[in-house]
């Protein structure tokens, strides 16, 4: 799947799963739930338990999910995850070197970042969404308006606090996407393997989505 087509789908869907899980098992789970629940989308941080297979198997079995790596601090791991299969790399800051090795490998890169400041660094060397994290300790959806109104050109992916009764918000501010992890895959509903429940959320985010967006 090429870089321009990820990003698109990651715009269009406007909801980006953060699969943040104590085992490999529960997060090919999570994310195989949300494919099926109209999510193909799946970030699988490297804090998963032997994430980088995580990721290969999923870019075999979805060739058209758009799978990929979160929590990535150094370039070997980039390198593990880029030869698995990812379809973006993310940081929860700015790591110069695994963004640089992404953006060499034609890669999506969201860095993470808080500041206008850091923000602005993303964006002038090549990130293709900033993701704002975390964004509620900082004023939530106000914040994220506060910075589009001086940055419109830059894709800004809320994360860390967004959640049912403030997702439509974030949308109007202008966020490209929700970073979401338990709000959309609870713990339990992993355990118990509540398809069902998993499926409803999913429903219920992409709804805050169209909404949010009819309304601009």
């Not at 075999?60 to 880029?82: H, N, R, W, Y």
Request: aromatic share 6%.
């Amino acid at each position: 799947m090429k870089k321009e087509l990820v990003k698109a789908r990651i715009q269009e869907i406007g909801i980006f799963p953060g699969i943040r899980v104590h085992s490999a098992k529960q997060a090919l789970y999570s994310a195989e739930t949300l494919y099926a629940a109209g999510i193909p989308i799946a970030e699988i941080t490297m804090t998963v338990p032997g994430g980088v297979e995580v990721i290969r198997e999923l870019a075999l079995k979805f060739p058209d999910m758009v799978v990929g790596a979160g929590t990535v601090l150094d370039v070997e791991t980039a390198k593990q995850c880029l030869d698995a299969g990812a379809r973006f790399i993310t940081s929860t800051g700015l790591v110069a070197d695994v963004m640089e090795t992404t953006l060499k490998a034609s890669v999506v890169a969201i860095p993470g970042a808080l500041t206008p400041t850091e923000v602005i660094a993303c964006w002038k060397r090549g990130a293709d969404f900033v993701k704002i994290f975390p964004v509620a300790s900082v004023g939530g959806d106000l914040y994220i308006r506060s910075l589009k109104l001086p940055l419109p050109q830059i894709n800004l992916i809320a994360a860390g606090g967004v959640n049912p009764q403030n997702a439509i918000d974030f949308i109007l501010a202008g966020s490209t996407a929700l970073g979401v992890g338990t709000e959309l895959l609870p713990k339990d509903a992993i355990l118990k393997r509540q398809d069902h429940r998993i499926h409803e959320l999913a429903r219920r985010f992409l709804g805050y989505v169209s909404e949010g967006r009819s309304y601009s």
